[in-house]
């Protein structure tokens, strides 16, 4: 069974000349039939811990596109949502939590309730009944850092300021927030995993602000523990490390982490990371995603070019970061064509 997924057949270290495609934040805002299903609940949690329309949002991007694979509907901050430092959506501006400026704050957060992450697995249980058997289905979670990130600033920031004078002012609060969330974060994936998603990403998606001594501690040893411990639950399942700004730090991640892929972001070149990571190590990535915005010649040209980077090496086709709101669906379709080569 495992064989007829593309994605699966990748992370096991098969080079295929057709890479599987997927696109990070694929469900979303840019497509009309998640607008009309967003409009049904006010609230962007509620609407997340709605197994049925959190089903429904994951499986939009598939029956459209036919990716190969389907990420779960959900958010990086269901996991302080349900260590109780609520979290809720302003539309149009972003997270809300009330932010922890203190150690005493930080300690005053409740135990981890996966409990009330019910809904998720509900959702995942759903999915996997309707999902095509060619198409793999991805579970998630943040990495520490960029959780934490919005834990201590109560909303995003350009550049985690508050979160790095934290870690500088209170080193060992702020180690204990991050092992707070690695603990979390194994027991999220490892939930993930038992209801069905075959495929775990963490995205870390303001690692690459830091210095790279806070980089190692911070980001790095983070992940590696949240791989540890998935792994250690469950060995089979594959897991793919998105360290968004890891630059120069990712060779050093792709022989340290554990991962079995890694995501690499717009800003890297593809060559680079080829010739720089070993042969076996799989790659996933780095359509920018304004180059999916313009459409036309100039994404057919940044798709070739990537298609070649990446030729003979086990490749997972996507975005270097998520996919924008203001993307035309025309040209999702034609990138879909020109990785598939049905077209364009
Ligand atoms: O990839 C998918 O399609 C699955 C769903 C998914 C969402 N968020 C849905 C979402 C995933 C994987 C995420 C991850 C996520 N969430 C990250 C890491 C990835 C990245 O892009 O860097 C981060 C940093 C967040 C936190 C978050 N959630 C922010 C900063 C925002 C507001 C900004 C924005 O993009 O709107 C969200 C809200 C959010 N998460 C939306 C969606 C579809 C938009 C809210 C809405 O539809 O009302």
Redesign the pocket.
């Known amino acids: 069974m495992a064989e007829e997924k593309t994605l699966l057949s990748v992370l096991h270290g098969e080079a295929r000349k057709i890479p599987p495609l997927w696109l ?6 840019y497509l009309p039939e998640y607008r009309d299903l ?1 409009a049904t609940t006010t609230s ?1 949690l509620d ?1 997340c811990y709605s197994p049925k329309k959190a089903a429904e949002a994951t499986l939009q991007p598939i029956r459209r596109f036919h990716f190969d694979a389907a ?7 269901v996991v302080p949502d349900a260590m109780g430092q609520r979290v809720s ?1 302003e ?1 149009g501006e ?2 809300r939590l009330a932010p922890i400026e203190t150690p005493e704050q930080a300690e005053r957060l409740g135990a981890f309730k996966i409990e009330h992450l019910a809904p998720v697995f509900e959702a995942i249980e759903l999915v996997k009944t309707a999902l095509p058997p060619d198409v793999a289905f991805i579970g ?1 979670c ?1 990495a520490p850092f ?1 959780v934490a990130s ?1 834990m201590i600033a109560g909303q ?1 920031t350009p550049d985690q300021a508050p979160a790095r004078l934290f870690a500088y002012r209170f080193p060992r609060a702020f180690a204990q927030l991050i092992d707070r969330v690695v603990e979390a974060s194994i027991d999220y994936l490892a939930r993930q995993i038992e209801a069905g998603v075959e495929v775990v990403q963490i ?1 870390d ?1 303001w690692a690459g602000v830091l210095p790279a001594a806070e980089f190692m501690r911070w980001s790095a040893a983070a992940v590696r523990r949240i791989v540890e411990g998935v792994k250690a639950r469950h060995p089979q399942t594959p897991v793919i490390a998105f360290v ?1 700004g890891a630059d120069a730090h990712l060779p050093m991640l792709t022989r340290t982490i554990g991962a079995d892929a890694y995501g690499i972001d717009t800003a890297l070149d593809p060559a680079w990371a080829v010739a720089q990571t070993a042969a076996d190590v799989v790659l996933q990535g780095n359509l920018d995603p304004l180059a999916l915005v313009a459409g036309g010649e100039a994404l057919d040209r940044e798709v070739d070019s990537i298609l070649a980077a990446f030729d003979g090496r086990p490749h997972i086709f996507n975005l270097g ?2 996919i924008l709101q203001q993307t035309p669906i025309e040209n999702v379709e034609r990138l879909v064509a020109r990785v598939r080569g049905t077209g364009g």
Do not use: E, K, N
């Open positions: 990070m934040r694929q469900a979303g805002r967003r962007f609407f990420i779960l509907f959900s958010d990086i901050l959506f539309s972003g997270p998630f943040g960029t919005y995003g995205f998606s968004r970061h998520g």
